[in-house]
């Protein structure tokens, strides 16, 4: 026999003393009678009192009770087996075990913490399937989805850092795994809980979120630890010491990464637990945010049941009671004989014992009501009254003390929260406020939660707005982006709002408003930038600039083209136009620096130093290289044209043609430093790229992505080094001629306050003369071997053109190696700079025979030979080389596309 509710068997107890009291009852009644009348008399009177009748009712009332009691305990026994189908949904905890978990900001550490919320969140699965992938610098399953629990805890107690093989921490590949983990086609929601403190290592986590919603997962997203501070890192030597994590001498302090976690949230239109450093139950916030999930059958069994028979010990109990109430406790219409000769007639009915025994019952049940909690609901009613009346006539701080009153009588009430939270918003004390609708939204009432989201965006737009300060259209780009990132925060409450009540008409129109203002707001900006860059870039940044957007945009439809036909493909090749007619409004900015640049300035008062007035050859340059940008604005035009109807074959070439007249201007106004640290920069990329083909076992463990063949691309680079290299030798030997001509006149370092002594400008001359030299050497030979290289691209022949591509960019550091250096406090701080070029200002040099000396610097024979250029140069090619890959992944990234939400 089974119970099931056996507590009920522990007011057995009672049966005995209610037995006892009976007794106790009767026996006083017989008492109470013998002193009014003698015993005989007794008798006469009452012959039933020392009858069957009493003892036979006290029995069947106590039988009764028992059996009752019996019954409400829930007896099951007989055995008979069920086919049960268990349905649920399918759970992945993603559980981050990387070395930043083991942070002390949140007791005992992060990871620990993790695996107790984990632990929670098992009490509310009933029928789910839930499995458990670890990860740090790799994604490892330690449990498949499965129903048994037991296991399921078992591998979670052995989860430690070491439960993954590398260190670090990539998201994405573990939500890429829990993706390959789940059934594509399912009859049941999937969802996927992430617990992480945020740090991620480039394993593009947005775009493997977006997989995740194609496939309408859904995440919860919970992010632990301190976001503003943050902690150091705990470590054990070998002896056991506590000592803390340090990279290059410093120790490391982890900070929770927020914006991450909620992009995740937004993407999958699931739910972010900022939990940070605060106690949450996640199983709670499992149920409240993801109850309406979809439960499909996962599998079928066979299982042993037993019958349940309260019935019967409810029908006998209640059987008896009847019983026990249509028995008379007299015999009815007995008439007894009097004294006096009348008959009279006794009537049945309760007598004052068993009243007596009813009565105390009733009181013992009135002793055990709840009154303590009764007269807290009352106090807490009172004072939450209170708080509105305060509230409406705008004593908020008086009704922040009444609700707060409210919430010592009757802790943890989400409807008390939220009345606190509201008087705490007028208040403008924020985070109490935020951190008390935080909690009001875990309520079961949906009204609640509803309101309770509602404020928390508007809360969020008003940090927002504070944040861009009075004027929106100024603000700085940090300020817009921690505004943009309170927007959507609050955006994300709003659609948490509407997702409660669709008929919440405040959450909708705000919704709009924050899409409208977002959009207005983001071209305000991009056009503020545009003409910033325009007035802050010299002619050479502002044309590197132009060309470095059109080599994205050329890429990123590179790799759309090879993609199906899709909604993404659509919405990508509309931002590529988008951006492709944006650019080509730079072109007439670019030809207005033309002119600014290559003419010569008014004529000043007095001798002029330099000729003045405009020579035919510059008039000629500026025509010629106007012209040159105005065909390649109509390419790009023409680029956006063919995109805009689908054609991206012609549209490539469009953007190839607009890049080679880009680079025909580039070539002639680059100085010689500019010209050689582009080239050397680019020659690098290829070589890498080749290397990475030809010889891929050099870059195993070196943690790269795996490289993506692209030989066309890697063709038209190489060719594009030949023709910079074809032009290295002329730039070099009219440098080495103004450098040669510089003694015959004044020396304008002279006058140079930064300038060294004799002997150091003579010695930097010398070195600038010996790198022009050499230049002019080796150039024709770097454009022969970089020729030959391009053909055996384009032959797709690797392994003879990697040779030929290392000793191009051997030679060409060579001849940066040999430019001279400059001093050390002029080193620090042109490394400060974030886009430095080889030159402070350019100035054109109308008596030159070309036009590509019209862009020089004044004192261009002392500024040139500057030692800052070796050091500049190499840096500079180290940065393109970064910059090149980082624009690589994320362009591969931009084309994969997402879920366009309906609310945008």
């Known amino acids: 026999m089974q119970w099931e509710n056996p ?143 037991g296991f399921f805890l078992t591998a979670l107690v052995d989860v430690d850092t070491a439960s993954a093989p590398r260190g670090g921490s990539l998201i994405g590949d573990a939500i890429r795994k829990a993706i390959e983990s789940m059934d594509e086609q399912s009859d049941r929601d999937q969802v996927i809980v992430l617990i992480t403190d945020g740090e991620d290592h480039d394993s593009f986590p947005a775009e493997a979120a977006r997989q995740a919603a194609d496939r309408h997962i859904k995440f919860i997203t919970v992010g632990l630890g301190d976001s503003n501070e943050g902690m150091r890192i705990p470590v054990r030597d070998e002896t056991g010491r506590l000592n803390y994590l340090k990279h290059d001498g410093q120790e490391v302090w982890s900070r929770m990464d927020e914006r991450l976690l909620k992009d995740i949230a937004l993407t999958t239109d699931g739910a972010y637990i900022p939990a940070k450093t605060r106690a949450y139950d996640l199983g709670q916030i499992y149920e409240d945010h993801l109850a309406g999930l979809k439960r499909g059958e996962i599998e079928t069994e066979k299982r042993k049941r037993y019958a349940e028979q309260f019935q019967l010990f409810a029908f006998l109990g209640l059987g008896l009671l009847i019983i ?40 013992l049940l009135a002793m055990l009501l709840p009154s303590s909690a009764v007269a807290s609901t009352r106090t807490a009613a009172r004072h939450v009254l209170d708080g509105i009346r305060h509230f409406q006539s705008g004593q908020y701080g008086a009704a922040e003390k009444s609700f707060a009153e409210a919430d010592v009588a009757l ?34 009432d949906e009204r609640v939660v509803a309101s309770a989201h509602y404020n928390l965006g508007c809360l969020a ?15 700085a780009a940090e300020a817009r982006q921690e505004g943009l990132s309170q927007l959507v925060e609050a955006i994300n409450h709003y659609r948490d709002c509407l997702r409660v009540d669709e008929s919440h008409v405040n959450a909708r129109r705000n919704l709009e ?30 044309l590197e600039m132009i060309q470095s957007q059109q080599e994205g945009l050329r890429h990123t439809a590179r790799m759309v083209q090879r993609e199906d036909d899709s909604p993404r493909r659509r919405q990508a090749v509309t931002q590529i136009e988008s951006g492709q007619r944006s650019l080509a409004e730079e072109i007439q900015p670019l030809q207005e620096k033309i002119r600014n640049t290559l003419q010569p300035p008014a004529a000043q008062q007095g001798p002029p130093t330099s000729p003045a007035g405009q020579t035919p050859d510059t008039e000629k340059a500026i025509e010629v290289l106007t012209g040159v940008a105005d065909r390649a604005g109509k390419a790009m035009s023409k ?44 020659q690098e990329g290829l070589v890498d790229q080749s290397n990475a083909i030809v010889r891929p076992e050099d870059d195993q463990g070196s943690g790269r992505e795996e490289p993506v063949a692209d030989v066309s691309e890697m063709t038209r680079q190489q060719t594009v080094v030949s023709r910079w290299s074809k032009v290295l030798p002329f730039k070099a030997e009219q440098e080495l001629q103004q450098l040669q001509a510089g003694p015959g ?32 050497q080796t150039g024709p030979a770097i454009e022969q071997l970089a020729v030959q290289a391009a053909a055996d691209l384009e032959k797709e022949d690797m392994e003879s053109a990697l040779p030929k591509q290392e000793e191009v960019l051997k030679l060409l550091k060579e001849i940066a190696e040999t430019l001279p250096k400059q001093e050390q406090n002029q080193q620090d701080q042109q490394k400060k700079q974030d886009q430095g070029e080889d030159q402070q200002q350019e100035n054109k040099q109308p008596d030159q025979q070309q036009s590509n000396q019209d862009s020089q610097q004044p004192g261009h024979s002392e500024q040139d030979v500057s030692e800052q250029q070796a050091e500049d140069l190499m840096r500079k090619v180290r940065e393109r080389e970064r910059d090149y890959r980082q624009r690589k992944k994320q362009l591969r990234g931009f084309t994969r596309g997402g879920k366009v939400d309906k609310d945008w």
């Open 513 to 542: 408003v924050l899409r409208m203002w977002i959009k207005r707001m983001e071209d305000v900006w991009s056009q503020r930038d545009r003409e910033k860059q325009r007035e802050d870039l010299d002619l050479l940044q502002f």
């Open 745 to 776: 006149g004044a020396n304008p370092a002279t006058n140079d306050p930064n300038s060294g002594s004799a002997p150091q400008q003579q010695q930097q001359q010398e070195g600038l003369k010996t790198a022009l030299e050499k230049a002019v």
């Open 461 to 475: 737009a008003s940090r927002g707005k504070a944040a861009f300060g009075e004027n929106p259209e100024n603000a």
């Open 411 to 444: 802790p943890e009430n989400p409807k008390i929260a939220f009345d606190q939270g509201c008087a705490l918003a007028a208040l403008n004390d924020v985070e109490k406020a935020r951190e008390l609708f935080q909690t009001a939204s875990l309520s079961r």
């Open 639 to 682: 680029a956006a044209d063919q995109l805009s109807i689908g054609a991206i074959e012609e549209a490539l070439n469009g953007q190839e043609e607009a890049l080679g007249l880009l680079n025909d201007i580039f070539m002639t106004i680059a100085p010689f430093s500019n010209l050689l640290s582009k080239s050397t920069g680019v």
């Open 324 to 363: 026990e109430m249509l028995l008379p406790r007299y015999q009815r219409k007995r008439w007894l004989p009097a004294t006096d000769g009348v008959l009279r007639q006794e009537s049945s009915g309760p007598s004052g014992a068993t009243g007596g025994v009813l009565k105390a019952g009733c009181l």
């Open 7 to 149: 507590h009920w068997l522990f007011a057995l107890w009672l049966v005995p003393a209610l037995g006892a009291l009976l007794v106790m009852a009767h026996r006083r009644r017989i008492a109470t009678a013998h002193r009014f009348v003698d015993t005989k008399m007794v008798e006469r009177l009452m012959p039933d009192l020392r009858g069957w009748r009493p003892w036979t009712k006290g029995g069947l009332w106590l039988a009764g009770v028992t059996l009752l009691l019996v019954g409400m305990a829930g007896p099951r026994f007989g055995v008979y087996f069920e086919k049960v189908a268990t349905r649920g949904v399918d759970l992945f905890v993603l559980l981050d075990v990387s070395r930043s978990m083991q942070a002390e900001d949140v007791a005992p550490n992060r990871l620990e913490r993790a695996k107790s919320d984990v632990r929670d969140l098992l009490t509310k699965l009933a029928g789910d399937r839930v499995g458990l992938i670890v990860f740090a610098g790799a994604a490892v399953v330690k449990v498949p989805l499965t129903t048994d629990q």
